[in-house]
C-alpha cells in the first residue's frame, strides 16, 4: 500500500522541461561520411569495382592545386637528393545545410564575389624560379630536341628559359606575361621527363592533359638482385628487341622507358598500375607468355 500511495502521488512527466540529447557523429566518423558522399557524387552513382584496375572515366584534378607529377620511389628520391647540390591544400569541412541553394528572407547574408586572380597576383608580384638539371647522357639529345623543347615553353606556357652551361641546368622562370598560375611547374615536370629518357613528343602530353603522371622505381626494389640475376631481370622487362616492352605499352597505353636498372612510366594513374603489376611480375621470375596473356586481357577490356 506504500508504494501504491506514492505511486499515486507521483507527479507526471511534463514532456516540455524533458531533454533528449542526440548524439551527433564523431568527427572521424564524419568525415568518412563526407568524404564517401563526395565519392558517390563525383563518380555519379555506384562504384563498380573493376578486378584489372583500368579506368576509362576522365580524372578531374583541381587546377588550383599544383604539385608535381613526377613520382619516384624512397630509394630514387634518395639518391637525386644526395646527387644535386644545389599543396598545401586545405582539405576545409565545409557543413551545409540540409536545403543547399541560394539564401533568402531578411536576414540572408550575401556572399561578396570576387574576381578571378591572374598568375602574377596569385603570385604576390613575386617571380618563380625552376631548375632541371641536365644528366650527362641527356646533353646530347637535349641539344638536338632544343627547338622542339623551347617551343611549348616559350609560346603555350609564357615562360622565359635558358640553359646555364656551367651548371648544366634548364633554368625557367616567370614573368608578366605568364597567365597561368601552373605554367611553372607543368613546364619543370615536362623538362624533367625528358630528362628521363621519354621523347619530346611523348613528354608534351603532360602540358596538355591533367591526368598524366610519370612512375619511376629501381629493379631492386622489387627484389633483390644481383650479377647475372639483376641482367637477365632487365632483359625479361625489355624482351628481344623491346618485344615485351612494346606489348606493356601497347596494352596499357602507358610509355616506357628502361634507362639501367631504373624504370620510368608515363601515363594515367589506373595505367601505370597495371604496367607496373606486369613489371614487377617478369621481375619475380614470371613466364613472358602469362604476362602477354594478361596484357591481352587488358587490351581487350580497354578496347571494349
Known sequence: ?????????AQPHDMTTCNITTHAPSPAKRNIITSSSTMMSATGGEYEDDPMGMSNSATTIDPHVVQSRILQSASLSKEQRDSETAVDGHGAEMELDEDDGIATGPNAVIQPEFKRLSAAAARGGRTEYRRVRCPSHRYTPLRDSWEQILTPLVEYLRLQ??????????EMKTSHHTEDSGALQKGADFVAAFMLGFDVQDAVALLRLDDLYVESFQVTDVKLLRGDHLSRA??????QDGKTRFAI???TRTRIVIADTRIHMLGSYANIRVARNAICDLILGAPP??????????????NE
Open 1 to 9: 500500500h506504500r508504494h501504491r500511495h506514492r505511486h499515486r502521488n
Open 161 to 170: 628559359v635558358r640553359f646555364n652551361t656551367r651548371t648544366r641546368c634548364v
Open 234 to 239: 632487365v632483359g625479361r622487362i625489355a624482351g
Open 249 to 251: 605499352e601497347n596494352a
Open 289 to 302: 607468355g602469362k604476362v602477354y596473356n594478361n596484357m591481352r586481357n587488358v587490351a581487350k577490356r580497354m
